[in-house]
């Protein structure tokens, strides 16, 4: 009975990391599925080792276990998983809640596999809610990063870029131009932070600033 137990934390942890990390997969994120799913198992798995893995040792004089120290570790090892997530450059930062997901998906692994099962429940839809549900009943807080580099060899296009981004409401928060001279010619190298408010603005400025002449975009992120 235990067995069947311990095998079915397994399977609930390993369905509520992969259905956390579709969210993920869906939004385009570093850690998708994939990433989610192992996780929340292995999460559960530490749990479950930390509490039945070593019950043959009870009896022996001398030995005092733990339960919860190689749970413990977890909490704190996640942490170097979630750190590889987070991208810094210039005042651009990506990936905070990815890797915080990350640690929240790795605590229901713990709890499922503790065998709480409706706190892992209760756990899972509040994550999801934190996640999706925001951006429907509350599309209008936080704000989103879009880290946009590109070329381009007419000036006037600089000023086209930023007079459509003001007036569509975003806010350019970094901006820095390097020009490059070919004989006559002019190359003018662009990085940009753009502020929006919704999630899918980004596609609607990459539409735009794609439609225009001369112009060479090397990163939207």
Known sequence: MLLGDLILRLIIAACFGALIGLDREYRAKEAGLRTHFL???????FMIVS????????GNEGVKLDPSR???QVVSGIGFLGAGTIIIQKQFVRGLTTAAGLWATSAIGL?????????GIAGVVLILAGLELTHFFLPGVGLHSILL???????ENLEIITNHINSQGH???NYTTEEEHYGEARIYHVSMIIKTRKF???SLIFQF???????TINKME
């Open 111 to 119: 709890v499922i596999g503790g065998g709480m099962y409706y706190i």
């Open 70 to 72: 190689i749970a413990a």
């Open 200 to 202: 899918n603005d980004q």
């Open 209 to 215: 600033i794609q439609s225009l002449p001369d112009l």
């Open 171 to 173: 806010h350019i928060t």
């Open 39 to 45: 996780v929340c198992m292995g999460s559960a798995l």
């Open 51 to 58: 509490q039945h893995g070593f019950t043959d040792m009870m």
């Open 149 to 155: 580099i590109f070329s381009t060899g007419k000036k």
